[in-house]
């Protein structure tokens, strides 16, 4: 055998041994059925269990929105400050979102070692810095847009295109809820607005529609919860009980009718929330050394605040075993950059404003949880739509978009604490080290909730849609 043959055998020999290994791989999946949950349309959110033991029991998901930079933040790179102000090898002409970038530019805020790990995280949010050994950070995750709009699409449903369901809407379907008397998901937008998408972040896209996130927060409760005052409670209580038998007839009637069954359950819930909703937003039971932790009577900055009380919200939802919620940090609705992370002019001006509206809010948040014993079954996950650029926009003093490497952070039920997994090249453009991406991120979620997510699916138009699409895997090493 001469030499060539030898060589040309060896090659397709190894790729056969390859393609083998994919085909039986694939077989054992083929053999496993898709999980769609049996859901009587009556009760909708009864608990379901997962498809394996399960680690969370619920998950809270922190989203900044506009792109939060991770190169001023938590993705400490030496030699961005080494090369500060000074072109980017081979980066000549490099055009991004908004156009040509010029010199790199290092942190506009000072990175310090934190917590007994050392972790070196920044000044602009020195609070949740200091829980850094409580904190897994994933530095190389991966984005599919640099446009807001689908890139925050795709964090919340899996999809840079619309009409997708969200991950709350994936959980609550698949598991249910514990908590007779409020919703199973629950969004609770930043009190300056909505994020640049809307009500699409807590859609239940083609799920059924009882699956889709209730939206409110502590500057708007939800509405209408109070009985008039010309309806004594007598009356009140009388007109539910006749409801209630008329219901039961109409169902007795009409058995195998889904949507009147669903109609049914959607008020009488909305019924219930009438008097738990209405405790829960009243944070008057709240402790003045709980406000003062979060930063929620800090009277000089209202926006923080505001938040703040957010913050205290989501904790008294995930007690009550709210199943999954969803609590924003930046708004839309003020334009580029001024409520929000989107630093594309004076990044420097105005994350100085956004910093301290965050920091403490979510770093009470993290250290009240724990002191609760509440991380001890809750996922938390903070997130963003995609990063930011290490170098400057030609001609401006901000951060173009960047979806080739960010950052994003996890902490709670089985998940390895004070650990950082990837890594961006060395200035922060590109994840190169275990990359990582958004369909890893859903998968693990869902799998740290017991879910399979190759199996969850729904059948929808001749397809057996899923969070992760065809895609993802469990990121097992920032497992506990």
């Known amino acids: 055998m001469h030499r060539r043959l030898f060589l040309g055998n060896s090659v397709s020999g190894l790729s056969s041994i390859a393609l083998l290994a994919m085909l039986a791989n ?123 709009g689908p890139a925050e699409s795709q964090m919340a449903t899996g999809f840079t295109l619309d009409g997708f369901p969200s991950m709350g ?60 005052e010309t309806i004594s409670l007598d009356t009140d209580v009388a007109t539910r009980r006749m409801v209630q038998q008329l219901n039961g007839i109409q169902q007795a009637s009409r058995r195998d009718d889904e949507f009147l069954a669903a109609r049914i359950a959607s008020y009488e819930l909305a019924a219930r929330m009438q008097l738990a909703a209405a405790k829960l937003s009243d944070l008057g039971d709240e402790t003045a050394e709980t406000f003062s932790l979060y930063g929620a009577d800090d009277t000089s900055n209202t926006n923080k605040a505001r938040f703040a009380k957010n913050c205290i919200l989501a904790r008294r939802l995930l007690e009550r075993d709210v199943r999954f919620v969803q609590l924003f940090n930046g708004s839309y609705a003020m334009g580029e950059g001024v409520g929000n992370w989107d630093g594309h002019k004076v990044i420097e001006q105005q994350y100085s404003v956004h910093g301290p509206i965050l920091d403490q809010p979510v770093a009470g948040l993290i250290t009240d949880m724990k002191r609760r014993g509440l991380l001890d079954d809750t996922l938390v996950a903070f997130v963003t739509e995609f990063g930011r650029m290490p170098t400057f926009q030609k001609g401006a003093s901000g951060r173009d978009h960047n979806p080739s490497g960010f950052t994003v952070w996890l902490t709670g039920a089985g998940v390895r604490r004070g650990m950082s997994y990837g890594a961006t090249d060395e200035f922060g453009y590109k994840a190169v080290e275990s990359v990582t991406t958004i369909y890893d991120l859903h998968a693990t979620i869902l799998h740290l909730l017991g879910l399979d997510h190759e199996r969850l699916s729904f059948y929808h138009n001749g397809i057996e849609r899923r969070l992760t699409d065809v895609h993802g895997r469990v990121v097992r090493d920032i497992l506990s």
């Open 26 to 148: 694939d077989s054992a999946r083929a053999g496993e059925a898709p999980i769609r949950p049996a859901i009587d349309p009556s009760r909708p959110y009864a608990p379901r269990s997962p498809h394996f033991p399960a680690r969370a029991k619920r998950v809270l998901v922190i989203f900044a929105s506009g792109a939060i930079s991770h190169v001023d933040t938590f993705d400490y790179k030496p030699e961005l400050v080494a090369k500060h102000d000074m072109p980017m090898p081979e980066s000549s002409g490099l055009i991004t979102f908004q156009g040509e970038q010029g010199n790199l530019i290092q942190p506009r805020w000072q990175f310090r070692p934190r917590g007994q790990s050392g972790k070196m995280t920044s000044d602009l949010l020195p609070r949740i810095g200091e829980l850094a050994d409580d904190l897994c950070f994933i530095h190389s995750m991966t984005a599919k847009s640099n446009t807001h």
């Open 169 to 228: 809407a994936w959980v609550s379907y698949a598991l249910g809820s514990v908590c007779e008397d409020l919703p199973a998901f629950v969004a609770i937008p930043d009190p300056r607005g909505i994020p640049q998408i809307g009500q699409r972040q807590w859609s239940s896209g083609f799920l059924p529609a009882a699956f889709q996130g209730t939206p409110f927060n502590s500057d708007r409760p939800i509405p209408h919860l109070n009985r008039p």
